[in-house]
């Protein structure tokens, strides 16, 4: 049981390019989330799904897409790398809304 | 608008000094308020939920306690080990699906 995993666990992008970061949890949750995590600042929701096929924005959706094509799976994608989306990006999951939340191990992002 | 302070920023205990972490929230109404443990490197990791004022729950050294306007984390004989950052999340009931995570407490503790 491997809970929820991130690839990769480090990148560096330059301004322009683009890449998906892959989420995917094995607890059968409905509920997955993508945030980010800049110093001094709480933990920003970005997007999150509540059941397969559908997503909905969160508090800082600008500049990220995402999909949620199978349960198991959250991706989060950036068309256009800017220099502002340097972070630490977190997956989450939980059962329900009003549950705990099960993070990944992050993904540290450089946009240079 | 929702909002969850922590408070302090930063904390040093010696071993074995007791001390509590607080997280003070201002929501439309709260569905459940969340303690996680973040080491350095790593994601956050599930500590407690409390969902109404007055309930408190345990976990080895750890007490967190929910009052209406509040949660405390207390910390009880810390070791070296509970050193990291302590992160308080709130949900609340607006039709928006959100946690408002706090910018955590990040707590040394010194052998």
């Known amino acids: 049981n491997a809970g929820v995993t991130q690839t990769p666990k480090f990148r560096v992008l330059k301004t322009g390019q683009s890449m998906t970061l892959l989420c995917a949890q094995d607890?059968?949750?409905?509920?997955m989330y993508w945030y980010r995590q800049d110093p001094g600042m709480g933990l920003r929701l970005i997007h999150y799904s509540v059941g397969e096929g559908t997503t909905a924005k969160g508090e800082v959706p600008d500049g990220y897409n995402v999909s949620r094509l199978k349960k198991q799976n959250f991706l989060l994608g950036l068309e256009s790398a800017a220099p502002s989306q340097t972070s630490v990006y977190f997956c989450a999951s939980s059962r329900e809304e009003t549950y705990e939340q099960y993070f990944g191990p992050g993904t540290r992002l450089t946009v240079t | 608008e929702d909002q969850v302070t922590q408070s302090p920023e930063a904390l040093r205990l010696q071993e074995g000094e007791s001390s509590s972490l607080n997280c003070s929230y201002t929501?439309?109404?709260?569905?459940?308020l969340f303690w996680y443990r973040q080491d350095p490197g790593k994601g956050p990791e599930f500590l407690f939920t409390?969902?109404?004022a007055g309930e408190e729950k345990e976990k080895e050294r750890l007490k967190a306690t929910l009052t209406k306007k509040e949660s405390f984390l207390h910390i009880t004989a810390p070791k070296p080990e509970d050193s990291a950052t302590y992160l308080c999340?709130?949900?609340?009931?607006?039709?928006?699906?959100?946690?408002?995570f706090g910018t955590g407490t990040r707590l040394k503790v010194l052998a």
């Open positions: 999340a709130v949900r609340s009931t607006s039709g928006t699906y959100k946690y408002i």
């Open positions: 607890m059968n949750h409905e509920y």
């Open positions: 929501v439309s109404g709260l569905r459940g």
């Open positions: 409390l969902y109404s």
